[in-house]
T-cell receptor
Framework: GDSVTQTEGLVTLTEGLPVMLNCTYQ???????LFWYVQHLNESPRLLLK?????KRTEHQGFHATLHKSSSSFHLQKSSAQLSDSALYYC?????????????FGTGTTVSVSP | DPKIIQKPKYLVAVTGSEKILICEQY?????MYWYRQSAKKPLEFMFS???????DNQTASSRFQPQSSKKNHLDLQITALKPDDSATYFC????????????FGPGTRLLVL
């Protein structure tokens, strides 16, 4: 079956340092859509960015990710972490051609940024 | 105004009882979903509907039954509640296609005693 792997459960870092969250996936879909969702404490998940195109960098709100189909990866990066980046981050994939299909989420990575 | 409404926000139930979680979306979307999030498990897909038809069901238990009375409504009926059902239940919606962004509601936090 389809799956998404996020290896880090918790990432702690100091404000101003770079962030990199790992995401790899397995899927039967030849052209999956990959997403990063962010969930702040006591809030619901919201989309951070998404991609469908191989080897194309996608950016939003200072974060960026590049889908690499050759390595089935979609790592999330930011050059300089802010305190407000403290949140739970989920990588997810879906079938782009079928409506109403599930988002398959990874286990999530909690990011804690300290001053 | 909130675009996805979930009721109630908090719910306390007794083991063995039955509850209905309400979800309404005013985004004009054609697909709606239910997800569950608990301390033991991360976000977990439960059901999806597209144009009021069931598309995906990854909930093993028949105690969970989605109900779609209107295109913008997708309620979740849970029977014979167990303490393990304690979780936050999120409703989401999307325009339709798998590439479309799913927007999540504020969630219903269920505690089963």
């Amino acid at each position: 079956g389809d799956s998404v792997t996020q290896t880090e459960g918790l990432v702690t870092l100091t404000e101003g340092l770079p962030v990199m969250l790992n995401c790899t996936y397995q899927t039967i879909y030849s052209n999956p859509f990959l997403f990063w969702y962010v969930q702040h404490l006591n809030e619901s998940p919201r989309l951070l960015l998404k991609s469908f195109t191989d080897n194309k960098r996608t950016e939003h709100q200072g974060f960026h990710a590049t889908l690499h189909k050759s390595s089935s990866s979609f790592h999330l990066q930011k050059s300089s972490a802010q305190l407000s980046d403290s949140a739970l981050y989920y990588c997810a994939l879906s079938d782009p051609y079928q409506g109403g299909r599930a988002l398959i989420f990874g286990t999530g990575t909690t990011v804690s940024v300290s001053p | 105004d909130p675009k996805i409404i979930q009721k109630p926000k908090y719910l306390v139930a007794v083991t063995g009882s039955e509850k209905i979680l309400i979800c309404e979306q005013y985004l004009g979307h054609n697909a709606m979903y239910w997800y569950r999030q608990s301390a033991k498990k991360p976000l977990e897909f439960m059901f999806s509907y597209s144009y009021q038809k069931l598309m995906d069901n990854q909930t093993a238990s028949s105690r969970f039954q989605p109900q779609s009375s209107k295109k913008n409504h997708l309620d979740l009926q849970i029977t014979a509640l167990k303490p393990d059902d304690s979780a936050t239940y999120f409703c989401a919606s999307s325009q339709d296609g798998g590439a479309d962004t799913q927007y999540f509601g504020p969630g219903t936090r269920l505690l089963v005693l």
